[in-house]
């Protein structure tokens, strides 16, 4: 996940398949004081530019989006890790419930309207950064219980071979990390390993 957003003045990067209308966001972000804008047309090496440009905001504008089109954009939202900001025209109830799941941080369905985009582009910002934060929380407690199941895997391993209590084996694990300056994860983890091979070869 890509870390927050927190440029005082981010680089924008402004998708249209309207060279004109794509000038007309650039100027209403420069007046709204966001003074590095880029502006890429929708066209096969988007994803590229993209990725070469590296921006800290994403602005899509589709005036009357079709299904392709907004599929392709939304493909794009999920690959480019950024706040992603999108205006349309006219949409439904099932294209915007799409544009959410894609990540679009900010999803307008009048166009763009230069009054409000100061407003937008802090919620798109916002948004993405808290679930940004979110993910990397899951993320965290995903590996807290893998760790924590292949540390209890380790200490039933050395209990039922050495005879020991799980307190015994936590602390066998803790002293032999220590002593080998490594986490105590990777030690169990090796244990178990070595566990297998074992049982293997005596089966």
Do not use: C, W
Request: aromatic fraction near 2%.
């Amino acid at each position: 996940m890509s870390d927050p957003v927190t440029a005082n003045n981010p680089l924008v990067v402004v998708v249209d398949t309207s060279a004109a209308r794509a000038a007309i966001i650039k100027s209403g972000l420069q007046a709204a004081g966001y003074t590095k804008v880029e502006i890429l047309l929708d066209d096969d090496s988007l994803a590229s530019s993209i990725e070469a440009l590296d921006p800290d905001v994403i602005i899509i504008d589709v005036e009357n989006p079709k299904r392709n089109q907004i599929d392709n954009m939304l493909q794009l939202t999920k690959a480019v890790k950024r706040p992603v900001a999108m205006f349309v025209e006219e949409s439904d109830k099932k294209t915007t419930e799409r544009a959410i799941e894609a990540g679009v941080s900010a999803y307008v369905v009048d166009g763009f309207r230069e009054d409000r985009i100061h407003t937008i582009m802090e919620m798109a910002i916002t948004r993405f950064n808290a679930f940004a934060r979110l993910e990397r929380e899951l993320e965290s407690a995903k590996s807290s219980l893998s760790e924590q199941s292949t540390l209890n895997r380790a200490k039933h391993v050395l209990m039922e071979h050495r005879k020991i209590s799980e307190r015994e084996a936590h602390q066998l694990l803790q002293r032999t990390a220590m002593n080998q300056n490594r986490r105590m994860v990777e030690v169990a983890e090796n244990l178990i390993m070595s566990a297998s091979i074992l049982n293997d070869s005596n089966k």
